[in-house]
């Protein structure tokens, strides 16, 4: 039996080895088969959250972080907050639609997402200018324009949810998914509030300059 074929089905050639995946081939297999790839992530992010479990469930590669980045914003009503590098559009453009719906819930409900990119060059092509255009009160971007910026990154969904980012390099498609790894927490609105305070803190510092 081969890497890609098991009892006796054949399974896509997007769904090799992980090893041998790049940022750019994750993004491929994501945006043809979204999170279907990952039947089981799904059961558990729902078995988390009504059973109020607060263990985080790893994220170790670029694959994983768009999966489950895609159940938070679909659990997420009032609350976006996201530390990301200079590559966060790409990221969020594979997300775009869920994305969109996150916000709606979002403006319904008179609160906002609010989102940091470090040693951002945007070019005002990405995903995140439509987005401020047509959700001017609910999506708030902070861009720091400066090479070498090295802070954790971090996302937090309404108050209990937490995507905590190992520290990587910076990103280029090339490059290995398995580069990206996180602990992400469904359900724990502890470990959530610490992250809300660090991320108040350093916003409210950029929002001084």
Not at 115 to 138: C, F, H, N, W
Request: aromatic residues 8%; contains cysteine; charged residues 25%.
């Amino acid at each position: 039996m081969t890497d890609v074929e098991r009892e006796g089905n054949t399974l896509p050639a997007e769904q090799k080895v992980m090893s041998r995946m790049t940022i750019e081939d994750a993004k491929k297999v994501f945006e043809k088969f979204g999170t279907s790839l990952l039947p089981d992530l799904e059961a558990m992010v729902t078995l988390f959250r009504e059973n109020r479990i607060d263990a985080p469930l790893s994220n170790n590669n670029y694959l994983h972080a768009l999966s489950m980045t895609d159940f938070m914003m679909a659990n997420t009503s009032s609350s976006f907050l996201m530390v990301t590098g200079g590559d966060g559009d790409g990221f969020l453009g594979c997300l775009q639609d869920q994305f969109d719906s996150m916000l709606k819930r979002i403006q319904k409900a008179n609160a906002t997402a609010k989102i940091i990119i470090l040693g951002s060059q945007s070019t005002g092509t990405d995903i995140l200018v439509p987005m401020e255009r047509k959700y001017p009160e609910a999506l708030n971007v902070i861009r720091l324009h400066a090479k070498g910026s090295v802070m954790p990154h971090f996302i937090v969904c309404d108050d209990d949810m937490v995507r905590d980012e190992e520290i990587h390099e910076t990103l280029n498609k090339d490059q290995d998914a398995n580069l990206i790894k996180a602990k992400v927490y469904f359900r724990n609105k502890p470990v959530a509030k610490v992250f809300i305070q660090r991320f108040e803190m350093i916003w409210n510092i950029l929002s001084e300059k």
